[in-house]
Each structure stands twice: as structure tokens, then as C-alpha cells.
């Protein structure tokens, strides 16, 4: 299916739509997929991630797992790389009006993360 992604310019400044395919059965986790698979940074490594969505609320879940061995944490991510992973996976999310997301939290193996 055909679906919409939302990716940060060169200049960290806006969201850009960029239309992909990505498979019909999961859509949710293979736009989260897609965004994810963009190269990030060389010292910084996501190895999984999960999305839940709360039908009650309208809130969805991103556990991202970073790998065990990336010399970088979240916390060290620049303002741009900031925007660039979670500014990308909200707009991308909450844009989609099947879905019907209202909000998006982000996790690290079940913990919320704060910057």
C-alpha cells in the first residue's frame, strides 16, 4: 500500500511528505520501519523498536531499542537529530487519518525518553 512518511529537510527547519510502499498487513510499523531505516548517525544505533496504540486514548507508543553497543544514547542527540527521529515518527503518525493518533510517546525498552 501506498502510504506517507514524513522526513526532516537538510536544514532541520520542516517535515517533508515523501510517499512510499510499504506492506498492507502492519502498516503502522512499516512506516515506522521506513523512517527508521533512513542512515542516521555512525555512533548511534536503534537495533528494534515496537509501536502500541491505545484506542481509549489515541496515544501510540514507540519503544525504540537502542542497541547495547551504540556509543551515543538519546539524550546525546543533537537538536536537529532530535527533530530528524521524533519529529518525523509524530508527524508521520499522527497524520495518517485511519489511525486516527492523536499523540505519540516515545520509550527506551519500556522507560520514557526525557531530554
Given at each position: 500500500m501506498?502510504?506517507?512518511?514524513?522526513?526532516a529537510?537538510p536544514?532541520?527547519?520542516?517535515?517533508?511528505?515523501?510517499?512510499?510502499?510499504?506492506?498492507?498487513?502492519?502498516?503502522?510499523?512499516?512506516?515506522?520501519?521506513?523512517?527508521?531505516?533512513?542512515?542516521?548517525?555512525?555512533?548511534?544505533?536503534?537495533?528494534?523498536?515496537?509501536?502500541a496504540?491505545?484506542?481509549?486514548?489515541?496515544?501510540?507508543?514507540?519503544?525504540?531499542?537502542?542497541?547495547?553497543?551504540?556509543?551515543?544514547?538519546?539524550?546525546?542527540?543533537?537538536?536537529?537529530?532530535?527533530?530528524?527521529?521524533?519529529?518525523?515518527?509524530?508527524?508521520t503518525?499522527?497524520?495518517?487519518?485511519?489511525?486516527?493518533?492523536?499523540s505519540?510517546?516515545?520509550?527506551?525498552?519500556?522507560?520514557a525518553?526525557?531530554?
Open positions: 501506498t502510504a506517507t512518511i514524513y522526513k529537510d536544514f532541520c527547519k520542516t517535515l517533508e511528505p515523501q510517499t512510499v510502499q510499504v506492506a498492507a498487513q502492519n502498516p503502522m510499523e512499516a512506516v515506522v520501519g521506513k523512517i527508521l531505516e533512513s542512515p542516521g548517525t555512525v555512533d548511534f544505533e536503534l537495533v528494534g523498536y515496537r509501536v496504540v491505545d484506542p481509549t486514548t489515541k496515544v501510540a507508543t514507540v519503544d525504540l531499542r537502542l542497541s547495547p553497543t551504540s556509543r551515543r544514547q538519546f539524550i546525546s542527540l543533537a537538536s536537529c537529530e532530535q527533530f530528524a527521529l521524533f519529529g518525523s515518527l509524530k508527524k503518525l499522527t497524520s495518517h487519518p485511519d489511525w486516527a493518533i492523536e505519540v510517546e516515545f520509550t527506551d525498552r519500556g522507560k525518553i526525557e531530554f
